[in-house]
């Protein structure tokens, strides 16, 4: 998949393109759909499949402070969109030149730098100066360029309307298996280890603290039976979600992921940590040798459930 970076780099260098438009957070059953529209198009006219999309959320720019927490990184919906089988992928910067571009001068922009054949879109997309433009406009601009329009229909599963909001709501209320479903794979974070307070060690259960993206959304407090990607390698945990209650309150939330059967020293490592199911909600006990014992009986009830 070639990956453009800059609105400079686009010069209709591709032929017969079909273009997904969208944000595309969590790329989730309903973004796939829309993406798979466009390879399908791209495949049955000898084309181009490609993925336009912004490498920050929109609202950094127009309301910081109503940026909502993000389903994944840049690099994990960039892996996503690959999955996808696209040929191009264009995740340029959302500036404030873009930002106060009019429905109209943004068609023109796509119909310029890119020329495509066939836009994709889901049922609620907009676009332009204040977000003027919805699915409908695009369809009349576009046609101004001879550029056909698709308009995906909403995707159900489960019964639930699939969305990033949804989703974003089942993760914070700890629904994993929910979320899943909506997502089309595993809630999964993706971090760094570092040093944290070492008290797990002394209690017998070492864990990995989880340096993680400030915008990335964590599931809801609690323990939970995870995989854990380590190198080339998988293996089984546990991941607690919380604020260490026991023995301090953290001012923030914190991933702490133990690895059953394993021993190594991994700090600086990159953990990809996927979420199989909640075994419980978090917990204040009397005394660390009542957590040691839960902690216990939480390892248990993981092997017997998921490993």
Known sequence: MLLINSINELHCQFENVSMALGTFDGVHLAHQYVIGRAVEWSKAHSGTSMVFTFANHPLSIIHPHRVPPQLQTLTGKTEQIRKQGVTVLVRIPFTRELLHLSPADFVLLLAT?????????????SFGDKGAGNSKMLTVLADQYGIATEICPEILESGMLVSSTAIRGLIAAGMINEAE????????????????????????????NLQLPPQLLMPGRGVYAVRIKLGPRFYNGLCNIGTNPTFCVQ????????????????????????FLGRLRSEATFDSGSALVNQMQQDVKRARELFF
């Not at 479903?181 to 259960?205: Q, Y």
């Not at 700090?267 to 996927?274: A, I, N």
């Open 251 to 274: 001012a923030s939330l914190r991933a702490e992921v133990h690895i059953l059967d394993f021993e190594r020293e991994i700090y600086g490592k990159r953990l990809k940590v996927m």
């Open 113 to 125: 730098r890119i020329k495509p054949r066939h836009i994709v879109v889901g049922p609620n997309y």
């Open 181 to 208: 479903k909506l997502l089309g794979r595993p809630v999964e974070l993706v971090g760094r280890v570092v040093h944290g307070d070492h008290r797990g060690r002394t209690l017998g259960f070492p864990t990995a």
